[in-house]
């Protein structure tokens, strides 16, 4: 078995070339993402395009470096909006209890009901196709599993002796909660988060590759593979490129995040392999 320190440097690793190709890939590049050229459509790899071009002239590695940037951008907003709002309702459950408790985990329990991408696909179609109702609609549906992950730490944690203190002491529930309460839910919380991106990437390749995310000419990699699968037989390497970049990108996060499972306690790690 190889080592859980071994994968996180793999995972850490994938993620970190993949930040620097995001960052400066698109600076360096001499081609534009949305110049066309059709006098050089479909041309294989080649020293000029080292991964080709698609149906319109344009050059397929030039898009995939501006895809990174927006898939990645996408992902990290979509998760940011995920732990805030979860963490907060999490909190909320967690320590004031009685029908708030119970109020809003019938909320979360009715969302995780539904299976996401499900969810997400209908909220995304009501709205209208764009990125911006992708992002909304994969915030929507994903909060739930970081409400309950928090909620079930801060009634553990909210029973100890030194919160019991703080509450003899006078201090206010603001304060235990920054102080005492937030501290113990930070590590299940960011490992979640980190297995959490690599869906969210899915999630906005899948609802584009339907066409309810990104439209063309926007480099997005699921509307990437959308438009290549056409040409699967005369250019594979259109469908070829994004997929295996979203391939490594989720294998990349996945990695790192189950390694940092692997350092929690055995009850926390129990509690995120349920989610």
Do not use: K
Not at 80 to 95: I, K, N
């Amino acid at each position: 078995m190889i080592p859980a320190d071994r994968l996180a440097q793999v995972g850490l690793g994938i993620i970190l070339i993949l930040l620097v190709l995001a960052v400066f890939g698109p600076i360096v590049s001499p081609y534009d993402p949305a110049t066309q050229d059709l006098s050089s459509r479909l041309e294989a790899p080649s020293l000029t395009h080292p991964l080709g071009t698609d149906q319109l002239g344009r050059d397929v590695l030039t898009r995939l470096l501006h895809g990174a940037r927006l898939s990645l951008g996408i992902a990290l907003a979509v998760t940011s909006v995920r732990l805030v709002v979860g963490t907060a309702v999490g909190l909320v459950a967690g320590y004031a209890g009685g029908w708030i408790d119970e109020a809003l985990m019938r909320l979360v329990d009715t969302l995780l009901a539904f299976p996401g991408i499900v969810l997400a696909l209908v909220i995304a179609g009501i709205l209208g196709p764009s990125l911006v109702n992708v992002m909304l609609a994969l915030s929507v549906v994903g909060w739930a599993s970081y409400a309950r992950l928090v909620r079930s730490s801060v009634l553990s944690v909210r029973e100890r002796e030194f919160v019991t203190v703080a509450r003899l002491l006078g201090h206010t529930r603001t304060h235990v909660t920054a102080r005492h309460l937030i501290p113990n839910v930070v590590a299940p919380v960011v490992v979640l988060a980190t297995l959490d991106i690599g869906g969210v990437i899915l999630g906005t390749a899948g609802l584009s590759f339907l066409g309810l995310g990104a439209q063309p000419p926007t480099p997005e990699w699921g509307t990437m593979l959308a438009s290549g699968r056409t040409y699967l037989r005369q250019a594979w390497w259109l469908v070829n490129a994004p997929g295996v970049c979203i391939m490594f990108t989720v294998f990349g996060f996945n990695l790192l995040g189950d390694s940092l499972r692997d350092t929690l306690s055995p009850t926390q790690s129990a509690q995120m392999e349920q989610l």
